[in-house]
């Protein structure tokens, strides 16, 4: 068993309530993604990306997940407003989730730049919309549903949360899993 670092950016906008305006600060924050995986070339799928978040991606292929749990203090919203991704082949298909539920699917563009477009992101939008969220643990995934033997770079995950107390949400909140998906 092998314990990586791993650098998948977790970009979170946090909002506070005041009466009825809601006051929006952007804050991110770097989450190191800890990830207990069982394959020797994990190391492998970080890839230096000057033009990323954080000059590094996550390389994901089809059927292989990334799960960051988390956990609110209170009742929270909660909306994915993007996830920036690089690709550069035939298009993928990744779908978010939340607590096990799927809030939506995105498609990758299909441009092929013979390997020159892996730094060159490009973003999803939001997905899902706004969701409630009680207090207590939760769990935001990122699945690769279909990809080319390429497969597709992550350079972050932007989330929108607000609460009555979600400001206090720090990097150390969040725990990244690596599934890597079923062997060929």
């Known amino acids: 068993m092998i314990l990586i670092t791993s ?8 909002s506070e309530c005041s009466g009825r305006a809601i006051n ?42 990334l799960k960051i749990n988390f956990a609110l203090s209170s009742n929270a919203i909660l909306e994915v407003v993007d996830v920036r991704y690089s690709n550069d082949g035939d298009d993928d298909v990744l779908s978010v989730g939340l607590n096990g539920k799927e809030l939506g699917q995105f498609k990758t563009s299909s441009l092929s730049g013979w390997g020159n477009l892996w730094d060159y992101f490009q ?25 080319d033997k390429y497969g597709v770079e992550i350079d972050y995950i932007r989330i929108s949360v607000h609460g009555s107390k979600v400001e206090n949400l720090q990097n150390e909140h969040f725990m990244c899993v690596h599934n890597p998906g079923d062997p060929e």
Do not use: Y
């Not at 999803?124 to 279909?146: C, R, T, Y």
């Open 24 to 65: 929006s600060v952007p804050k991110q924050l770097m989450i190191n993604c800890m990830s207990r995986v069982h394959s020797p070339t994990f190391k492998d799928r970080l890839h230096f990306r000057p033009n990323a978040e954080d000059q590094a991606t996550i390389w994901l292929f089809d059927g292989e997940e």
């Open 7 to 14: 650098v998948l950016v977790l970009a979170v906008v946090l």
């Open 123 to 147: 973003s999803s939008g939001p997905i899902g919309g706004q969701q409630s969220l009680e207090a207590g643990s939760h769990s935001l995934s990122l699945k690769v549903e279909a990809s």
